[in-house]
């Protein structure tokens, strides 16, 4: 069965620190993956899919099929990333199976 | 920008009665979702559709149904609201790409 699993309910950083929300999933096919951030008041949005390899507010996460994990990541975390971060798996007919959801804290 | 518009926002019910959630998109996507999102759980997958009069259940669909007479819109029925059908309902529809465009939410109470 699908599933996707987000360890940490919170993860608490100051600005400026390395950022990393983990992400691993289980799935028999091929996986496709993705990000989804929710900030505060507003409405759930895409921030990266592993297909497009492509670095969204100077986040970037890498596909590991060995260790089927899909971890997000941020250098240098800045307060305007504090948010509700989810993840997310395709399965048939483009729905997506999303994780728990980590909730991320930048402190100045 | 694909605009995912839930009819209302914040709705207060009573146990036992009829609930009628709206949902429209306005970018002739084929497929629409109804999710709830609880504290600590997650998004869980009610109900989806992919195409008119096309319904599929998903994750959780007991206690609900759904409607899709009309392309762009996909309504969400709780045929007899419970206590712990108090949730937050988010809405989305998808393009062939996969990306889900979500709407707000309506966060309903069943009182």
């Known amino acids: 069965a699908q599933r996707v699993t987000q360890p940490e309910k919170l993860l608490s950083v100051f600005k400026g620190a390395p950022v990393e929300l983990k992400c691993n999933y289980s799935y028999s096919g091929s996986p496709e993956l993705f990000w989804y951030v929710q900030y505060s008041r507003q409405r759930l949005q895409l921030l990266l899919r592993h297909i497009s390899r492509e670095s969204i507010k100077g986040f970037t996460a890498d596909l590991n099929k060995g260790e089927t994990s899909f971890h997000l990541k941020k250098p240098f975390a800045q307060e305007e990333d504090s948010a509700m971060y989810y993840c997310?798996?395709?399965?048939?007919?483009?729905?997506?199976?999303f994780g728990k959801g980590t909730m991320l804290l930048v402190s100045p | 920008d694909v605009k995912v518009t839930q009819s209302s926002r914040y709705l207060v019910k009573r146990t036992g009665e009829k609930v009628f959630l709206e949902c429209v998109q306005d970018m002739d996507h084929e497929n629409m979702f109804w999710y709830r999102q609880d504290p600590g759980l997650g998004l869980r997958l009610i109900y989806f559709s992919y195409d008119v009069k096309m319904k599929e259940k998903g994750d959780i669909p007991e206690g609900y149904s759904v409607s899709r007479e009309k392309k762009e819109r996909f309504s969400l029925i709780l045929e007899s609201a419970s206590t712990n059908q108090t949730s937050m309902y988010l809405c989305?529809?998808?393009?062939?790409?996969?990306?889900?465009?979500f709407g707000e939410g309506s966060r309903l109470t069943v009182l």
């Open positions: 997310a798996l395709k399965r048939g007919y483009s729905t997506l199976t």
């Open positions: 989305a529809s998808s393009s062939h790409t996969g990306e889900l465009f």
